[in-house]
């Protein structure tokens, strides 16, 4: 038995193994673009089997295709929807910037797999799987529907266990008052609990600015065909499709108000990506602060402990690392760099559609996934089990010369600022430099200088 069959399309006859779903076009993919390792990801083909199935059930409401052609498509796309047949979608990232060889792949494998379950040659892969579409406004809705999903249905919540797990630690460390810093410098105290609620605020701000990406987002291309002017589409076919997918997956999509918009724009990709990086930057800033707080734990800050979850080093024993914090930051920064690959491919928009989709696919998807997952990972290894060290902050906020700063109203700010070199310069208390000076008596100072009351 031969190990491939010959598949023909307008360019001829094409090889393709035994074994294999598909047809010519993704063949002929597969061996024109053999670069990178870097493959569609399965978020996005997830979203085109939804895609397909909505498409078939339109199709077949207006008489297009037939209802057996269309129980034949819709049963195949359910099967993808399952995790089933995902190895027969092998197309790189690195293809054609329409994606329109994955289009053809879908429409190649649920053709072979419908007409297999159907026992009859009754699907087309042009003519019945892509019935009123085009590659063109398929891939950048089924682009749209993926970051619609994965944005709510695990950035989000990922984000929101994040914020619930710092209330929560800022219901626990109430009252407890420690130095603050800027510019990493000793600066007025603050409680712990107002520190860690502006961390929560931070992530709470970033999926506002997320969310507000979203009606964007949820803007479909499909019904603009080739160019944008719906050719060889029913008419309101877009409204169908959005109405069949809110039913499959409670998001109201809506079309594109403007059709040649949908398919040469990417600014709602640009947008979420720059939230997402307003994300990262934040991520950022919490993760570098916990690991300054946890530093130590004899020669550093030493001001909170974090969890040990495994050895820090090969060689110096009893080490531990604040490994969630450096997962973290590691994201946020390829984050940042996702970012500017997407920015630069939506700017190549050139006449009637964008020719850099799959980059932009790869890019936010990979994106969403890594903050979704460092995210999680870093509220249930690292926040859950974030522990004060009471002793050490009481030492500190006793040591700043900075308290000195409620003195401002007293003494005046420049006896303040000689008190405060005065101390450092001497190795002295602030107290003992005040008294030293003559600025108060001990019985003033005592009465002036209390942490509390510089809250």
């Given at each position: 038995?031969?190990?491939?069959?010959?598949?023909?399309?307008?360019?001829?006859?094409?090889?393709?193994?035994?074994?294999?779903?598909?047809?010519?076009?993704?063949?002929?993919?597969?061996?024109?673009?053999?670069?990178?390792?870097?493959?569609?990801?399965?978020?996005?083909?997830?979203?085109?089997?939804?895609?397909?199935?909505?498409?078939?059930?339109?199709?077949?409401?207006?008489?297009?295709?037939?209802?057996?052609?269309?129980?034949?498509?819709?049963?195949?796309?359910?099967?993808?929807?399952?995790?089933?047949?995902?190895?027969?979608?092998?197309?790189?990232?690195?293809?054609?910037?329409?994606?329109?060889?994955?289009?053809?792949?879908?429409?190649?494998?649920?053709?072979?797999?419908?007409?297999?379950?159907?026992?009859?040659?009754?699907?087309?892969?042009?003519?019945?799987?892509?019935?009123?579409?085009?590659?063109?406004?398929?891939?950048?809705?089924?682009?749209?529907?993926?970051l619609a999903q994965k944005t709510r249905e695990e950035l989000l919540p990922a984000c929101q266990k994040m914020v619930d797990q710092l209330q929560k630690l800022e219901k626990e460390n109430e009252g407890i008052i420690k130095i603050g810093r800027t510019h990493l410098q000793d600066a007025t105290p603050l409680y712990f609990s107002q520190e860690l609620s502006g961390y929560r605020s931070m992530?709470?701000?970033?999926?506002?600015?997320?969310?507000?990406?979203?009606?964007?987002?949820?803007?479909?291309?499909?019904?603009?065909?080739?160019?944008?002017?719906?050719?060889?589409?029913?008419?309101?076919?877009?409204?169908?499709?959005?109405?069949?997918?809110?039913?499959?997956?409670?998001?109201?999509?809506?079309?594109?108000?403007?059709?040649?918009?949908?398919?040469?724009?990417?600014?709602?990709?640009?947008?979420?990506?720059?939230?997402?990086?307003?994300?990262?930057?934040?991520?950022?800033?919490?993760?570098?602060?916990?690991?300054?707080?946890?530093?130590?734990?004899?020669?550093?800050?030493?001001?909170?402990?974090?969890?040990?979850?495994?050895?820090?080093?090969?060689?110096?024993?009893?080490?531990?690392?604040?490994?969630?914090?450096?997962?973290?930051?590691?994201?946020?920064?390829?984050?940042?760099?996702?970012?500017?690959?997407?920015?630069?491919?939506?700017?190549?928009?050139?006449?009637?559609?964008?020719?850099?989709?799959?980059?932009?696919?790869?890019?936010?998807?990979?994106?969403?996934?890594?903050?979704?997952?460092?995210?999680?990972?870093?509220?249930?290894?690292?926040?859950?089990?974030?522990?004060?060290?009471?002793?050490?902050?009481?030492?500190?906020?006793?040591?700043?010369?900075?308290?000195?700063?409620?003195?401002?109203?007293?003494?005046?700010?420049?006896?303040?600022?000689?008190?405060?070199?005065?101390?450092?310069?001497?190795?002295?208390?602030?107290?003992?430099?005040?008294?030293?000076?003559?600025?108060?008596?001990?019985?003033?100072?005592?009465?002036?200088?209390?942490?509390?009351?510089?809250?």
């Amino acid at each position: 038995m031969s190990d491939y069959r010959i598949e023909e399309d307008v360019l001829g006859k094409v090889k393709v193994p035994a074994d294999k779903y598909w047809k010519s076009q993704t063949q002929r993919s597969l061996e024109n673009f053999p670069i990178g390792k870097e493959t569609m990801p399965k978020s996005l083909l997830y979203a085109f089997s939804l895609l397909k199935e909505a498409c078939a059930k339109a199709n077949a409401s207006y008489g297009k295709i037939t209802q057996e052609q269309c129980d034949a498509i819709c049963h195949v796309c359910q099967q993808i929807q399952e995790d089933q047949y995902l190895d027969q979608f092998p197309l790189h990232i690195w293809q054609t910037g329409s994606g329109t060889q994955t289009n053809m792949n879908f429409n190649e494998v649920i053709t072979t797999l419908g007409n297999l379950w159907a026992h009859a040659t009754i699907l087309h892969p042009n003519d019945t799987v892509n019935c009123s579409q085009s590659s063109n406004d398929t891939f950048p809705t089924a682009l749209h529907m993926m970051l619609a999903q994965k944005t709510r249905e695990e950035l989000l919540p990922a984000c929101q266990k994040m914020v619930d797990q710092l209330q929560k630690l800022e219901k626990e460390n109430e009252g407890i008052i420690k130095i603050g810093r800027t510019h990493l410098q000793d600066a007025t105290p603050l409680y712990f609990s107002q520190e860690l609620s502006g961390y929560r605020s931070m992530i709470e701000h970033s999926m506002r600015q997320i969310q507000e990406c979203l009606p964007f987002v949820d803007e479909l291309a499909i019904g603009a065909t080739a160019v944008g002017t719906g050719i060889n589409c029913p008419k309101d076919f877009d409204e169908k499709i959005c109405a069949i997918l809110k039913e499959k997956t409670g998001i109201d999509f809506k079309p594109d108000p403007n059709k040649f918009h949908a398919l040469t724009s990417k600014d709602a990709c640009v947008m979420l990506s720059g939230a997402l990086k307003g994300l990262a930057c934040n991520c950022m800033k919490i993760a570098n602060d916990i690991r300054w707080l946890a530093s130590g734990p004899r020669c550093g800050i030493h001001e909170i402990e974090i969890p040990s979850n495994e050895p820090g080093s090969s060689i110096m024993p009893g080490k531990v690392n604040p490994t969630q914090c450096e997962a973290l930051t590691m994201v946020a920064v390829q984050v940042m760099g996702n970012d500017t690959t997407v920015g630069i491919a939506a700017s190549q928009g050139n006449f009637e559609l964008n020719v850099f989709m799959p980059v932009i696919a790869y890019n936010l998807d990979q994106s969403l996934q890594l903050l979704s997952d460092a995210i999680d990972s870093f509220t249930k290894r690292c926040l859950v089990g974030l522990k004060a060290d009471q002793k050490t902050m009481d030492e500190n906020l006793h040591h700043s010369l900075m308290l000195v700063t409620c003195l401002n109203p007293v003494i005046g700010y420049e006896k303040a600022g000689k008190a405060s070199q005065y101390a450092y310069h001497h190795n002295c208390s602030l107290k003992e430099a005040i008294l030293h000076l003559g600025y108060l008596s001990e019985e003033e100072f005592d009465r002036y200088v209390d942490p509390k009351k510089m809250l």
